[in-house]
């Protein structure tokens, strides 16, 4: 996880301090970067997977072997607002560059890796917090700091002087991404036990990363289009439509979800 963020601000500082931020420039990087990993993995040892007993089927791929969790309520409401909450997360990966960059942020790419800094910080104060809060009130604020968030980013439009509203929504990206699909991954973990967890996993990865994803690019891209008159973006409307979003989510998590003990979510 830290080595990932650690790649990701490297990458954001190279294409902004090189100018490649709008242009195609940053796309011919990428694949001659791409180039050079693949033919380096080449000279790498071979090292296959343990596996585990039984055959690989597509079911196991998928994590559908997992679905007899879902006879878990909280598991269900869980995964649901897994689900739900990566639609707020597509605004933010979608959108958040070309708003900077209209709001006259300067080198807006490299203060974007602010949101990676933040990540790695918040990942160690994880399993500091965790056997006082326990998941759900992790989760909780996970989804709050969504909301905060981009309530930042709606009203920094009216104040573009106040970088600390922007600022401020960046440096929460730790919280909201490590509180939500960390510790996502950790009560997975937890709930599924050792016979289902690599499926488990996989149907989150589904769920998150697949549907969740792809639903919140396009649902992003239909409130943006709405939003936008004359290549002119009304940013509020846009960033307040996930702010609402992932504050809804809250009191449905808050009522659904249980525990079913601290040893069950304790790092």
């Known amino acids: 996880m830290a080595a990932a963020s650690a790649g990701w601000i490297a990458a954001a500082n190279v294409v902004n301090f090189a100018k490649l931020t709008d242009n195609n420039g940053m796309f011919t990087l990428a694949c001659g970067v791409a180039v050079a990993i693949a033919l380096y993995s080449f ?3 071979n090292t296959p997977p343990k596996g585990d007993a039984g055959p690989v089927s597509a079911s196991k791929l998928l994590g559908l072997d997992a679905l007899k969790l ?4 909280s598991f269900a409401v869980f995964m649901f607002c897994s689900f739900l909450i990566c639609i ?3 605004f933010y990966f979608t959108w958040t560059g070309a708003f900077l960059s209209e709001m006259n942020v300067a080198d807006y790419a490299s203060k974007m890796t602010l949101g990676q800094v933040s990540e790695v910080g918040f990942l160690l104060l994880l399993p500091v917090l ?16 969504w909301a905060v968030r981009f309530a930042l980013f709606a009203y920094f439009h009216e104040q573009p002087t106040a970088t600390w509203m922007v600022l401020g929504g960046i440096l929460l990206h730790g919280m909201c991404y490590d509180f939500i699909f960390v510790m996502g991954r950790m009560y997975v973990d937890k709930a599924a036990g050792d016979s289902l967890r690599a499926s488990a996993q996989g149907l989150h990865a589904v769920f998150t ?35 609402i979003m992932s504050a809804v989510l809250i009191p449905i998590f808050l009522a ?12």
């Open 43 to 45: 000279t790498l040892p």
């Open 70 to 73: 879902f006879k878990d309520r």
């Open 88 to 90: 707020p997360l597509s």
């Open 130 to 145: 965790l056997p006082f809060l326990g998941a759900k009130r992790i989760m909780i604020l996970g989804m709050a700091a």
């Open 209 to 243: 990363l697949g549907a969740g994803m792809f639903v919140g690019s396009w649902l992003s891209g239909v409130v943006a289009q709405y939003y936008t008159t004359d290549n002119v973006h009304d940013w509020k409307s846009i960033w307040l439509v996930p702010a």
């Open 256 to 267: 659904l979800f249980h525990e079913k003990s601290a040893e069950d979510t304790r790092a």
